[in-house]
């Protein structure tokens, strides 16, 4: 038997562009035992499927570090939440190095560029010499080189020793043949003077292009640490202290690590519930909007679950621990999402098959527009207008855009759906929710609550709810029945005195009976007064007509032999059903409805929610067969379910929609799952996925567009017909305005609104 693929997750370090990513993701696929590897330059992780018994962590962090790269350390007892806030405390350091080195950059350069501008005039040059001027250039531009452009050269010789090609490749060649060209000027002018070319310096532009893109990763390193802004809040949510009561009733403040099962966990008002559990005693409404996106606090007893970070708001209560740890709800959102972070989406393939050939592409590109330059250009200008354009062309086709288009957006998008209570799985369910053209609901607890309720409690002439509601009240309380469960609740809300029933005797398929307050008492269905003689006067008969037509299940109530009241009985329509239906055909979605009731049933509920194509006794096991009829006439369904039977239609489907008050079976099987018990999440869900994968398209087209278009100008297309060349640091410019264009494209998805 082969052994089970285990997944870890590597923090990478030293990336600064797609290609690195596509490197590292190829050495750590070509290491024995891997099955997959996938590395996100953006949230700047790999995840890795490997085989135990031919793979380890250990030589999957060699691969890594063979390849040039780093990884950041993970101790395995530290906490989610610890992980994160060391991972940004590294990020931190990284970013505040990466400031220091463009500011040095940046201010050297602010003297290197009017020193060099003296050049162009003539009427200064004759009171400086020449020879000084270009020597203090080159030891101003050498820290600039050496110590702000350090890391490019570093890379990019790495890069050289492993046969690969990436970002920093095209900055290093680039920058470095303008200053190795700059030095041979300033050490020997007078192998130029011999050629009959002006000895020229470009220490300006490989100061420049440094600056500027130093410019454009610092702006870039500070929008991605906002691209996992969502990560951050989840994880900031857990409380550092929970207050547990000991054997001997003392209540200690422990750390939320020190915590274990069984735990008795006092909450005060204000407080937050350090971890999941029931509670054992007392009642509240708690704030769980960062779980499931619900503004409105949420009413709990006795008996009912809490979850880790959600806010106590008002009353007290003290709960059992049943989770801890990365078995908690948070810990399993953040995992989720994390996860979904770190995934690929189907349209990312083509940018990846792009940068995997485009740096050798480029270079191979500069080096033709440099030949041809230097055959075809002017005599006395074809080597500096050659080297220009060759140093152009490797600058401005540095691919980050092309890196950061599709991760970034993903990255904002499942982030910005879990702040909804909208999770999901990986950005292949994302891609797959926008492609959705029909949406399929299983009535029962998805358009519908669920449960039965009363929905009408009628009397027959005479009678009064007051004498008759108890009466039934207290044989109902004895039945297990669910619609007898529902004339419980019913008569509680109305606050309907507890009376005794003595003699309770249930009768199998009709309803049951009791001795109430000295009378005979007669609930069920109308089987049951029918074989006790019992018949309606004209109106009862009539409202039961009415009731009927509704689609209602009624309930006959006789007292002492005569028929007192009938009680309707109907598994209600959410309250926002409707709305979000009419939501999600306005989307232009066809809202199709599945039910195992019958046809009269169906067609009230469709009607009273605005969906025109049902499908009615459905059994459980034939919704899977409906998710292909549906699929067999050409369209991509979206599933949405909540009960365990809803798991093969929600697998089927090409995305299912999971309730998240529904079973852990449906929320397995289901791409995208909704932590509220409300269709709004459903238009959440797809609206969010058309709107990232809009930004996506966006993205990559502008990438795409950027360098098919700025390659050939910086080559010198437009020179013979316009006079139009692309100086490098134009070029170095453009392209980080290119990255944070695409970045900044990324982050409008933070302004999306449930």
């Avoid at 029933?501 to 001795?515: M, N």
């Amino acid at each position: 038997m082969s052994p089970t693929p285990e997944t870890t997750t590597l923090d990478i370090q030293g990336m600064t562009c797609a290609s690195c990513a596509s490197f590292v993701e190829k050495s750590l696929a070509r290491t024995p035992g891997v099955q997959r590897a996938v590395v996100n330059y953006a949230t700047e992780k790999a995840t890795v499927e490997y085989l135990p018994d031919q793979a380890t962590p250990a030589a999957l962090k060699a691969a890594v570090l063979n390849a040039g790269y780093g990884v950041a350390e993970r101790a395995p007892d530290t906490s989610a939440a610890d992980r994160s806030a060391e991972i940004d405390q590294q990020k931190a350091t990284a970013y505040q190095h990466l400031q220091r080195r463009f500011w040095v950059a940046a201010g050297l350069a602010a003297v290197i560029m009017p020193l060099s501008m003296l050049m162009l005039w003539p009427a200064l040059m004759q009171y400086i010499n020449m020879q000084w001027l270009n020597v203090s250039l080159l030891v101003l531009t050498l820290p600039v080189m050496f110590y702000s452009g350090r890391e490019f050269y570093v890379s990019a010789w790495n890069s050289f020793r492993h046969g690969t090609a990436t970002m920093d490749t095209l900055i290093a060649v680039g920058t470095g043949a303008a200053f190795l060209y700059s030095l041979a000027a300033t050490l020997a002018p007078g192998f130029f003077t011999r050629q009959g070319l002006m000895p020229e310096v470009y220490y300006d532009t490989t100061a420049t292009i440094i600056v500027l893109i130093l410019l454009g990763k610092v702006l870039e390193a500070r929008a991605k640490t906002r691209t996992s802004a969502a990560i951050r809040a989840l994880m900031g949510l857990q409380p550092k202290t929970a207050r547990v009561v000991r054997p001997d009733g003392l209540e200690v403040a422990i750390a939320i690590e020190q915590v274990q099962l069984g735990d008795i966990v006092v909450v005060r008002p204000g407080e937050k519930v350090a971890t999941d559990g029931l509670i054992q005693e007392g009642h509240s409404a708690v704030d769980e909007a960062m779980l499931t996106g619900e503004s409105l606090p949420v009413e709990k007893k006795a008996g009912d679950p809490v979850f880790g970070a959600t806010l106590n708001k008002t009353g007290s209560f003290r709960f059992r621990v049943t989770k801890v740890g990365a078995d908690t709800m948070l810990a399993q959102i953040v995992k989720l999402v994390e996860d979904a972070q770190g995934s690929r989406a189907p349209i990312q393939r083509l940018a990846d098959k792009v940068s995997a050939v485009f740096v050798p592409a480029v270079v191979l590109i500069a080096v033709l527009t440099f030949g041809l330059w230097f055959l075809l250009g002017p005599a006395e200008t074809r080597l500096p207008l050659a080297l220009v354009n060759f140093v152009a062309v490797l600058i401005i086709a540095c691919p980050c855009a092309l890196g950061l288009a599709t991760p970034t957006a993903i990255m904002v998008g499942t982030g910005k759906g879990a702040e909804y209570g909208v999770l999901i799985r990986n950005a292949e369910a994302l891609e797959k929710a926008y492609q959705v053209d029909t949406v399929l609901l299983d009535k029962t607890g998805t358009i519908t609550k669920g449960e039965p309720m009363v929905t009408d409690f009628v009397l027959a002439p005479g009678q009064e709810a007051k004498v008759v509601l108890p009466l039934v009240a207290a044989v109902e309380r004895q039945s297990e029945h669910p619609l007898a469960a529902a004339v419980g609740r019913y008569a509680e809300a109305e606050g309907a005195p507890t009376l005794q029933a003595d003699g309770f005797r249930a009768v199998e398929g009709k309803g049951a009976v009791a001795t109430v307050a000295g009378h005979a008492v007669l609930v069920g269905n109308r089987r049951l007064l029918t074989d006790a003689g019992i018949g309606l006067a004209p109106e009862l008969a009539t409202q039961n007509e009415q009731l009927l037509a509704q689609a209602k299940t009624v309930l006959y109530v006789a007292v002492a032999g005569q028929a007192v009241a009938l009680i309707g009985v109907a598994d209600t329509v959410r309250p926002t059903s409707e709305a979000a239906i009419r939501r999600l055909q306005a989307l232009g979605l066809e809202v199709v409805m599945m039910t195992g009731d019958n046809p009269q049933t169906a067609a009230q509920v469709a009607r009273q929610v605005g969906i025109s194509r049902y499908f009615s006794e459905v059994l459980p096991q034939d919704k899977a067969g409906k998710v292909k009829e549906l699929q067999a006439e050409g369209r991509v369904v979206a599933m949405v379910g909540d009960g365990i039977n809803d798991a093969p239609a929600l697998a089927q489907a090409d995305i299912g929609l999971a309730m998240g008050t529904g079973t852990d079976v449906a929320m397995e099987a289901a791409g995208i799952t909704l932590m509220r018990s409300d269709l709004q999440g459903v238009v959440t869900a797809i609206a969010l996925s058309r709107q990232t994968m809009r930004t996506i398209r966006q993205n990559l087209f502008f990438a795409f567009i950027y360098n098919t278009l700025g390659i050939p100008i910086a080559a010198g297309v437009l020179y013979p017909f316009f006079g139009i060349l692309l100086s490098p640091m134009l070029a170095a410019g453009a392209m980080a305005l290119s990255s944070v264009s695409v970045l900044s494209n990324s982050l409008r998805l933070r302004g999306v609104r449930g």
